[in-house]
């Protein structure tokens, strides 16, 4: 169990792994294409506007961020993935600045990936959560933006994406429905946090 967010600041922005706060405290990251919601997702489960910045314009975040939470915890803003308007050398830094700091992290604890429930599942969306398994990765799966589609909508590309990762896998991630607009699939996410969090040892 954790107790509820009642504090949470920005430590630091860090451009590689290496230069993250040391790493001595449970640690969850949050990742997905770029625009995807990350950012205001993190400001909806701290409860804290603006804590992290977000943007219209795709490609905001840019560097990892770590805030820090009741003075015990990281959460984790990532860059986001496949954002079209930088060079093909700019984006593999950032892909390589992301891979590493998912593998070397020993802190980290688990991997919210967020899918934009909007679309249909995405090639580039696949592809990473693959790279996760690949790797043996913890993650779950974070649908944002439910205010946007209808109910029925909302159930198709649930149910498709589930059918999808049902190829590769024998059985499903936790997956979350989020709306940071509605602050909806806050409780459900941080009660999960608080089931992961006695993962976490010094000496992992
Ligand atoms: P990058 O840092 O650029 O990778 O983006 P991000 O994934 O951090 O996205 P961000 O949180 O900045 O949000 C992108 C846009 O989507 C902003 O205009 C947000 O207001 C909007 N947005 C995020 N979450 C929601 C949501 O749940 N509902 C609605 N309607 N809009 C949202
Ligand atoms: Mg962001």
New binding site residues.
């Given amino acids: 169990m954790i107790e509820p967010i009642k504090e949470a600041s920005f430590v630091i922005s860090s451009p590689e792994y290496t230069k993250c706060p040391k790493p001595d405290r449970a640690e969850y990251a ?1 990742i ?13 489960l701290t409860g804290v506007k603006g804590l ?11 560097l990892i961020n770590h805030f820090l939470i009741n003075n015990s915890w990281f959460l984790v ?4 993935y496949g ?1 079209a308007r930088i060079s093909k050398a700019q984006r593999e830094v950032f892909e390589s600045m992301i891979k590493n700091y998912l593998l070397k992290r020993n802190n980290l604890i688990n991997t919210f990936i ?1 899918i934009d429930s909007r679309h249909a599942p995405q090639a580039i969306d696949l592809a990473f959560i693959e790279w996760m398994g690949t790797v043996s990765l913890p993650f779950s799966i974070v649908f ?5 589609l209808g109910k029925t909508k909302l159930q198709e590309h649930t149910t498709a994406y589930k059918n999808q990762l049902l190829e590769t896998w024998e059985e499903l991630p936790p997956i979350f429905i ?5 602050k ?1 699939g806050r409780d459900e996410i941080l009660k999960y946090i608080g089931t992961l969090h006695p993962l976490f040892t010094a000496d992992r």
């Fill in positions: 949050f997905g294409r770029s625009n995807v919601g990350k950012s205001s997702l993190i400001n909806m992290a910045k977000t943007s219209a314009m795709p490609g905001k975040t840019q803003d990532l860059p986001g954002f967020l944002t933006k439910s205010d946007k989020t709306s940071s607009e509605k909806l």
